[in-house]
């Protein structure tokens, strides 16, 4: 092997500006009020993806996208790392680099249409065991219309719990699909302690207390914090992530 064969392999740290390899498809949703969504599908290559992660971004009117960081991080890695399929897409009226979704902001309410076109994706590409990731107002998504579809469950990351009722908390209590929430300890609206009294009605929520952790998870430590919980609990044989890139031989 030359010097600079082993140059090229020699493993590279994984931080925020790494993409690992995976197959990446530009795709658009439709909407049942004859919106179109722009989005991603990234999957693993040469081999099919374990699971499904559905993610929905923050609040579009405070800067959130399909490209957030956490998001944007997910796809990067988690088909090469944990063998995982990550959709992403843009929300109706919401712009990021790969453009600008039809429609205006619906205050929550119009995106139930949003969420029902990406898991008629998911159901047309036979994508397997679909998880919903909400970060912020997309976990209010997840737990207002996620019952509604065929889903393995719902991974919450810093929920504000504005837009969600309690009626719609309740129906969760008894519901199959699994609901995993990370709670920052620093959160801007929801802290651990406040989430232990909001989420009471839902016993059988399994609550992760991040010490340190901030609602916008910025930071090299929190991001792999983040994808680190995720995959426990999505593909947890993938669980801990490496931090280097490409994986030791075995």
Request: negative net charge; without cysteine; proline residues 9%.
């Amino acid at each position: 092997m030359t010097q600079h064969d082993s140059a090229e392999s020699a493993p590279v740290e994984i931080r925020a500006g790494v993409e690992l390899p995976a197959v990446r498809e530009p795709i658009e949703l439709v909407t049942s009020d004859g919106l179109r969504l722009v989005g991603e599908l990234a999957v693993p290559e040469g081999r099919p993806p374990v699971a499904t992660l559905v993610t929905l971004h923050p609040l579009p009117t405070a800067g959130g996208f399909m490209d957030s960081h956490i998001l944007r991080k997910a796809a990067a890695r988690l088909p090469a790392l944990a063998d995982l399929a990550v959709l992403r897409f843009n929300t109706r009226g919401t712009t990021s680099p790969r453009g600008t979704s039809d429609g205006a902001f619906g205050e929550g309410d119009a995106e139930r249409a949003d969420v029902a076109a990406a898991m008629d994706f998911v159901e047309a590409r036979n994508l397997p065991h679909p998880w919903l990731l909400g970060w912020s107002f997309g976990t209010e998504l997840a737990l207002k219309y996620g019952l509604e579809h065929r889903i393995d469950g719902a991974i919450l990351l810093s929920p504000p719990l504005h837009r969600t009722s309690e009626a719609e908390l309740r129906r969760w209590q008894d519901a199959a699909p699994r609901l995993v929430a990370l709670i920052p300890e620093f959160d801007d609206y929801l802290r651990p302690a406040e989430a232990a009294t909001r989420f009471a009605g839902v016993p059988r929520l399994e609550r992760i207390d991040v010490a340190g952790g901030r609602h916008l998870w910025v930071g090299e430590t929190q991001t792999r914090r983040v994808l680190d919980e995720i995959v426990a609990v999505v593909n947890p044989a993938a669980a801990p992530l490496p931090t280097s890139w490409p994986l030791a031989s075995a």
